[in-house]
């Protein structure tokens, strides 16, 4: 495969990602990182009560 045919594919690759991924803009990974966060905190409370 010749250099000019890789960069089309790869193109073509990122569109489709970019396709069918959602696009995350800053907001909604606020909210995972906080959604995350506040998982950790409950496990770490969890297992802190069972000591």
């Keep these: 495969m010749d250099e000019h045919a890789f960069k089309e594919l790869k193109k073509r690759v990122k569109e489709h990602l970019n396709k069918?991924?959602?696009?995350?803009?800053?907001?909604t990974l606020m909210n995972q990182s906080i959604e995350?966060?506040?998982?950790?905190y409950r496990k770490k409370m969890r297992d802190s009560e069972r000591d």
């Design 20 to 27: 069918n991924q959602p696009v995350l803009d800053k907001e």
């Design 36 to 40: 995350q966060a506040k998982k950790k």
